[in-house]
């Protein structure tokens, strides 16, 4: 019996020559990571268990992103943490304020990542590298530490659903109307516990930009994993970039998927999910224009902070104002991307629209700090989640959308369509 | 092992920036978290809450955010057991890691209500409603995971 790209990676990172469906295996990790809220909780549990060495500090990687700038006291005792445990243990890959990024924009920037890879991290959005053609999987902190201490975790492999990915993307929809409308379509737990295995004839069409906010949210379908075959695309961007060489694994032709999906990009509209679930999703064309008023517009995030995300919220914002009682917030998702955006003029652009451009944080995705909201409001966000109280009270409310959308709301003063601001694309 | 205690029942999908929301992250000592535990959909829990007692739910039990800090919040509440429809997978991790027993069963998601008592053998899978004299199966765990749960968790 054939197996998926997934499972192809598992096998090679367990050394055995097939894995099935539902077996346990234990697999070698190439990376593992975590942060400022879930790296905290890892050491403690190291600290409690008498692990005094790590595995492989070649291997680790700490970022200071979720509460940075640290945001209050305990917050800066956290960072703290993180920072001293990585001096005291020489983890080179260590990112703070003024190196850091939100790490899911980071890790792939910076080559850490590689096509190929085991990884593991201590964040939920991990799954963002099988944009690269990794095994890339959300953990929490005790499987976290226990892979610092040994290089080793346990998985079940998961069964796979195949999105076959047909035509090209047209107008103003982007990867994240592709995820969003994936979502709506399957629903929050309709990959729960599978891997969800992108593929089609013309995935060069496809930007590694795009890719990456496509993998990021397979987790808010319930996926182990999302991953895309590796390609021109990811060897393009993968040159003179990653840092160990790169392994291609490909999904055996008589693989097994429990369900195969075909989405013709072309016919894709720009979509948003409504409160309180990633799965109550609408197209543009369904929200009536001046409907869904809004108080927020958040353009950032490990989903939507790339350069391609700013460059297209800034064409839709040039020469125009944010509409009045909106707050326009928009972070970069690393200081690389930051400085390529105000070389190329975006966050002048921004500025002179009144949007605040904020350093890379994770801060407003999560209600954390940077840009919380108050009872009753709304924002429209290209974050990733929108359940309850995610952005700040209880009884406000999150709408997920792309960087088009986002910015187009943010002049309009309600959700609108990109078209409607900056005309047929 | 057997527990029992009363149910504190809720829906499906419940994620856990419900269970724990973010802003109280910048600390992660059981106490704080258990104080704060399911604030935003049920803010009374945390004082109604009994050692014992138990949740039931519905279906993607702990879906979203991979914060341990979730199950952490939960088992420090003192609940014994968490019965769902099913679980999100990294929740599912998470809990068996740091000891806090969780069971699959949609007969008892469907069958408990708010309030009843309810005790669970998990060298069974048997979990019977005492309240309303009913009984359902849930697949026990294997011994493998019965052997981190009793440990008190992966690292322990």
Redesign the interface.
């Known amino acids: 019996m054939g197996m998926t790209m997934t499972q192809k990676i598992l096998a090679d990172h367990a050394g055995l020559e097939s894995v099935t469906e539902g077996q346990l295996i234990n697999a070698k990790l190439d990376l593992m990571l975590s942060n400022d809220?879930?790296a905290?909780?890892a050491i403690?549990?190291?600290e409690?268990?008498g692990v005094t060495s790590v595995f492989d500090a070649n291997r680790v990687v700490f970022v200071n992103d979720?509460?940075v700038p640290n945001?209050?006291i305990?917050?800066a005792?956290?960072a703290k943490t993180v920072r001293d445990f990585a001096n005291k243990h020489n983890v080179e890959a260590f990112y703070d304020t003024g190196t850091m990024g939100i790490e899911h924009c980071l890790l792939p920037e910076q080559g850490l990542a590689v096509p190929g890879d085991c990884i593991i991290?201590?964040?939920?959005h991990?799954c963002t590298y099988g944009a690269l053609g990794a095994f890339a999987t959300?953990?929490?902190?005790?499987?976290l530490?226990?892979g610092i201490a040994t290089g080793m975790a346990w998985f079940k492999v998961p069964s796979a659903i195949k999105i076959n990915l047909t035509g090209e993307l047209t107008g103003y929809a982007s990867g994240k109307d592709l995820i969003l409308h994936l979502i709506g379509m399957i629903g929050?737990?309709g990959a729960?516990?599978k891997s969800l295995e992108f593929a089609g004839d013309n995935l060069s069409s496809l930007s590694m930009d795009d890719r990456l906010t496509i993998a990021n949210m397979a987790?808010e379908a319930?996926a182990?994993n999302g991953i895309f075959p590796v390609d021109s695309v990811t060897r393009n961007y993968c040159e003179g970039r990653i840092k160990r060489p790169m392994q291609v694994f490909e999904a055996d032709s008589d693989a097994v998927y429990e369900q195969t999906y075909t989405i013709d990009l072309g016919s894709l509209r720009p979509t948003v999910a409504f409160p309180h679930?990633p799965e109550n999703t609408r197209t543009i064309d369904e929200i009536p224009a001046g409907s869904v008023e809004i108080q927020q517009s958040v353009i950032g995030s490990c989903t939507n902070g790339r350069l391609s995300d700013l460059r297209i919220a800034a064409q839709l914002m040039k020469g125009k104002k944010v509409a009045k009682n909106v707050r326009c917030i928009v972070f970069p998702g690393t200081q690389q991307i930051y400085l390529d955006a105000l070389r190329e003029g975006l966050i002048e652009i921004f500025i002179e629209a009144g949007a605040a451009v904020s350093t890379p944080t994770c801060g407003p995705c999560?209600?954390?700090h940077m840009g919380?909201l108050a009872e009753g409001e709304r924002a429209v966000s290209t974050t990733n989640?929108n359940?309850?109280?995610?952005m700040g009270h209880?009884d406000s409310e999150v709408y997920l959308a792309s960087p088009a959308v986002a910015a187009a709301s943010a002049v309009a003063g309600y959700i609108a369509n990109p078209e409607e601001i900056g005309g047929e694309k | 092992m057997t527990v029992s205690g009363m149910v504190h029942k809720y829906g499906d999908n419940v994620d856990t920036d419900v269970i724990i929301p973010a802003r109280y992250l910048n600390e992660s000592s059981p106490a704080h978290l258990a104080a704060h535990c399911m604030e935003d959909i049920d803010a009374a829990f945390a004082s109604n809450v009994k050692q014992g007692d138990i949740i039931a739910a519905g279906a993607n039990f702990g879906c979203g955010s991979s914060r341990e800090h979730a199950p952490l919040a939960i088992k420090a509440a003192g609940v014994s057991c968490v019965i769902a429809d099913s679980f999100a997978r990294i929740f599912y991790r998470n809990a068996i890691n740091i000891a806090l027993p969780i069971l699959e069963c949609p007969e008892a998601a469907r069958g408990i209500s708010a309030g009843d008592e309810v005790s669970v053998d998990f060298d069974s899978g048997i979990i019977t409603n005492i309240t309303k004299n009913e009984q359902y199966t849930a697949q026990p765990f294997p011994a493998f995971i019965q052997d981190i749960i009793n440990r008190g968790g992966l690292m322990a």
Do not use: C, M, N, W
């Not at chain 1, 959300?138 to 499987?143: A, H, K, L, N």
């Not at chain 1, 359940?387 to 995610?390: E, L």
């Open positions: 809220i879930t905290p909780v403690r549990e190291l409690k268990a979720h509460f945001k209050d305990k917050a005792q956290q991290g201590a964040d939920s991990t959300g953990v929490g902190s005790t499987d530490a226990f929050v737990d729960r516990y987790i319930g182990k679930l999560l209600g954390g919380i989640r359940f309850v109280g995610r209880k």
